[in-house]
């Protein structure tokens, strides 16, 4: 959660808070270039460390559904500041809700749309990623984190618990031992050690974290799109359902797959010794 209770009263809307870039800018690139297939979408709320309040996670969640229906999208790039990705949810829009507030005002449903997203996402992490900050990157199938990345799962210490995934994700992703120490005891980790214990995928030098990700964007993107979504939607399952439900899931979306030409293309590829040519169908 975020601990930035001071800052003034903000005049932007939340769909201005969001930067949209498509396609996502080339990074050192000095004739502007462009990277084709991947979508950039920046978090911009600096003066509260890039906080999620309710409406901004609204506007994040109406956005990235637009760009999942984009058929030039292949891989979607979500990234923050170099202070912080996110530093948690807003605690004053927190500090006065009631239990039916929280049990039945609806404000959650945007973690579940942004959970649904069929376009990879790849988190691009600089700075602080802490309990909702943390949950969204999780929610995103790769995180690339600089070296000045901290995670955690703070909500402890407010006297709640995580209310967005945290429990479950971060226990899917790094186990049961270590997710219950950080959980119980709220304390935030280094990049270093979240890649250690299998948070993240890579940690990069700071400067580099942006450009990095979109580089691992773009080879996602460059792929066969149908197929792509469906191992997303493949590795999905491996966190829902039990192992043999999950193996008839796969096996389904590995036979459908042989109805489309971009697993003609890729075969006939790769018996031909030559590069294949996706076009998404």
């Known amino acids: 959660m975020s601990q930035d209770d001071e800052r003034p009263k903000e005049s932007r809307q939340p769909r201005d808070r969001l930067r949209v870039e498509v396609p996502a800018p080339r990074p050192n690139d000095p004739a502007g270039?462009?990277?084709?297939?991947?979508?950039?979408?920046?978090?911009?709320?600096?003066?509260?460390?890039?906080?999620?309040?309710?409406?901004?996670?609204?506007?994040?969640?109406?956005?990235?559904?637009?760009?999942?229906?984009?058929?030039?999208?292949?891989?979607v790039v979500l990234a923050g500041g170099e202070r912080a990705f996110a530093a948690g949810a807003d605690i004053r829009e927190l500090a006065d809700a009631t239990p039916v507030d929280v049990a039945f005002g609806r404000r959650f449903e945007a973690w579940d749309r942004i959970g649904?997203?069929?376009?990879?996402?790849?988190?691009a992490v600089r700075g602080y990623a802490l309990g909702g900050g943390c949950e969204l990157a999780m929610l995103c199938d790769c995180i690339?984190?600089?070296?000045?990345a901290r995670f955690g799962q703070p909500e402890i210490k407010l006297g709640i618990i995580p209310g967005a995934g945290g429990t479950q994700r971060l226990t899917r992703a790094v186990g049961k031992a270590k997710a219950s120490e950080?959980?119980?005891?709220?304390?935030?980790?280094?990049?270093?050690?979240?890649?250690?214990?299998?948070?993240v995928t890579a940690v990069v030098p700071?400067?580099?974290?942006?450009?990095?990700a979109i580089e691992l964007a773009e080879q996602i993107a460059a792929g066969p799109r149908l197929a792509v979504r469906a191992a997303k939607a493949a590795i999905r399952q491996a966190f829902e359902l039990p192992l043999a439900a999950?193996?008839?899931?796969?096996?389904?979306?590995?036979?459908?797959?042989?109805?489309?030409?971009?697993?003609?293309?890729?075969?006939a590829a790769f018996l031909a010794k030559r590069q294949p040519t996706f076009r998404g169908r």
């Open 144 to 148: 690339v984190a600089g070296d000045d």
């Open 246 to 267: 999950g193996l008839a899931f796969e096996r389904q979306a590995f036979a459908l797959l042989f109805a489309t030409d971009d697993r003609q293309e890729g075969m």
């Open 116 to 123: 649904a997203v069929g376009v990879p996402l790849v988190a």
């Open 33 to 75: 270039g462009r990277v084709a297939g991947v979508a950039l979408v920046t978090i911009d709320r600096p003066e509260a460390r890039n906080a999620l309040d309710f409406d901004l996670l609204e506007a994040l969640a109406t956005t990235l559904e637009g760009l999942d229906g984009d058929p030039t999208v292949g891989c």
């Open 182 to 199: 950080l959980i119980l005891t709220g304390r935030p980790i280094d990049a270093a050690e979240a890649e250690r214990i299998g948070l």
């Open 206 to 212: 700071a400067a580099e974290t942006l450009a990095r």
